[in-house]
C-alpha cells in the first residue's frame, strides 16, 4: 500500500474496514479488540496514532519498537491458545 493509498484511508475516515486509535506509546486493549473483530468480519485497516476525527498525532518514535514486539507477542500468544 502506498502512502497516497493511507493517506486516502484516513482522508475518508473510520468505516467497518478502517479503524482509527490514538494508542501513541502502548497498545491499548481497545486495540486487539479491534484486531478481534475484524478478524471474525473481513479484515480491515487499524492505524495507530491518529485520532476518532482522523486528526495524525502519530507515534512516539521511542515506543514504536516496544509497540511492535508487544503487538505480535500479544497476538502469537492468542493464536496460540486457541489452537489447543
Avoid: W
Avoid at 475518508?12 to 468480519?41: A, H, L, P, Q, W
Avoid at 487499524?46 to 495524525?56: E, P, T, V
Wanted: proline content about 1%; overall charge negative; charged content about 30%.
Amino acid at each position: 500500500m502506498t502512502e497516497a493509498e493511507i493517506l486516502e484511508l484516513i482522508r475518508s475516515g473510520e468505516s467497518t474496514t478502517v479503524e482509527f486509535k490514538k494508542s501513541t506509546n502502548e497498545i491499548t486493549k481497545d486495540v486487539y479488540d479491534t484486531v478481534c473483530s475484524f478478524s471474525n468480519r473481513d479484515g480491515g485497516h487499524i492505524f495507530l496514532g491518529i485520532k476518532d476525527n482522523g486528526s495524525i498525532t502519530g507515534i512516539a518514535p521511542e515506543a514504536l519498537d516496544q509497540m511492535k514486539k508487544d503487538f505480535v507477542t500479544a497476538v502469537n500468544n492468542s493464536i496460540e491458545k486457541s489452537s489447543k
